[in-house]
């Protein structure tokens, strides 16, 4: 299932679903106009994808600048793999 878009659901106000009521009074055509607001668009699905960590796979589109480490991983992903590394001995 999609993620959330949380930038469509901060400028979505009741006006917006009264309207969507409104034009669709068919169930399911509303049904389809409510998931397309929480199903994410490619760009969005290109954006995650680029502001995902290469260690855990988590999106980091979110995280503080000072949290991140080199490019797009988590300052402590990687972290925890220069520690794992030099315990290893490489």
Not at 42 to 52: G, M, N, P, R, S
Not at 59 to 83: A, F, I, K, M, P
């Amino acid at each position: 299932m999609g993620e959330v878009n949380i930038r469509r659901i901060d400028i979505l106000n009741i006006q917006e679903v009264k309207k969507l009521v409104d034009k669709y009074p068919n169930d399911m055509e509303l049904g389809s106009k409510v998931r397309e607001l929480f199903t994410p668009t490619q760009d969005e699905k290109d954006y995650l994808k680029y502001w995902t960590c290469e260690y855990c796979g988590k999106h980091t589109h979110e995280v503080d600048y000072d949290y991140l480490g080199g490019g797009t991983n988590h300052l402590q992903c990687e972290l925890e793999r220069v520690s794992k590394l030099e315990i290893d001995g490489c």
